[in-house]
């Protein structure tokens, strides 16, 4: 599994992408997954491209941004056409949104039929672009819950159509994130990684509170101390190669929780290895 960082983690901090960019490399992550207000910034300051990136052994993993789905035509397709463009100019084929901003209980059958027909063809366009639309599961939106999110997939009807398979937001769904994983992963194009303390803490993931200089981080844990458990699902994600995932982390003392995520990560990957090879090499089950 290749694993990004994300440039949302520094939104609040005084941080280039050159520094980012040279402390990914230096530490062994092999992508950049980046935020799009920070790619409108970067858009005029040329000498930040792919080229440059890839230079130093690493690539934008994913451009995430809010493509909308609903609202003003001419507003939403004008956003389309920007955020591909720069998607192009990263060389990421993968371009993540949200499938609007309202919970998919509270969608009428008419207003989700307007939605799901400008997603579908935002994924045509971003098709003839060489992309991939990647939809974030997630709470308040149309991805919120696994029957919404099978439904929005075959009411599009699209291949550019991707998830961003928010792990956490499908445990908070009441969905047990490996087994849906199980259900869904032909659709998946990345993986959003992180957790919390308590379920009663989840809240602490609304934008509202995330985007906040102000806002609590209380709650926030590193990937494996929370309430949410991974032992069953990254087994069936640490060992693809092709797979590619973000350690999403909004607290403070980012590198430091960024570092020991990924090192806790490698440890289990390097014990599912030793697992797998003993039950090759070793003695069979009757001789033991």
């Not at 939104?11 to 980012?20: F, T, W």
């Not at 009663?200 to 990937?223: D, I, K």
Request: negative net charge; aromatic residues 8%; contains cysteine.
């Amino acid at each position: 599994m290749q694993l990004s960082i994300c440039t949302i983690s520094f939104r609040h901090q005084l941080v280039s992408m050159d520094n980012l960019a040279e402390w990914a490399c230096c530490h062994g992550f092999q992508g950049i997954e980046l935020w799009g207000a920070h790619a409108l910034s970067l858009e005029a300051q040329p000498q930040y491209d792919a080229k440059w990136l890839n230079d130093m052994g690493l690539s934008i993993s994913m451009l995430s941004d809010y493509l909308p789905i609903a609202g003003d035509k001419r507003n939403a397709w004008q956003k389309c056409r920007h955020i591909c463009r720069l998607a192009k100019q990263w060389d990421t084929k993968k371009v993540r949104t949200f499938a609007g901003h309202q919970a998919s209980s509270e969608v009428g059958a008419i207003a989700r039929k307007e939605m799901t027909q400008r997603l579908r063809g935002i994924c045509e366009y971003a098709a003839d672009q060489g992309l991939d639309v990647l939809v974030e599961t997630h709470p308040g939106t149309l991805a919120d819950t696994s029957s919404s999110i099978v439904q929005l997939i075959e009411e599009v009807d699209h291949p550019a159509l991707k998830l961003n398979y928010d792990t956490l937001h499908v445990w908070e769904s009441g969905e047990d994130p490996a087994q849906f994983h199980r259900q869904v992963e032909e659709h998946v194009g990345h993986y959003h990684l992180k957790n919390v303390l308590s379920r009663e803490l989840l809240t602490v993931f609304s934008p509202e509170n995330v985007y906040s200089p102000a806002g609590s981080r209380y709650g926030m844990v590193p990937l494996l101390e929370g309430a949410m458990d991974y032992q069953q699902f990254l087994p069936q994600v640490l060992g693809k190669p092709a797979a590619t995932a973000s350690l999403e982390w909004f607290g403070h003392n980012v590198k430091q929780t960024l570092l020991d995520d990924k090192a806790a990560l490698e440890e289990m990957k390097l014990s599912l290895l030793r697992e797998n090879s003993s039950r090759v090499v070793g003695c069979p089950d009757y001789l033991t």
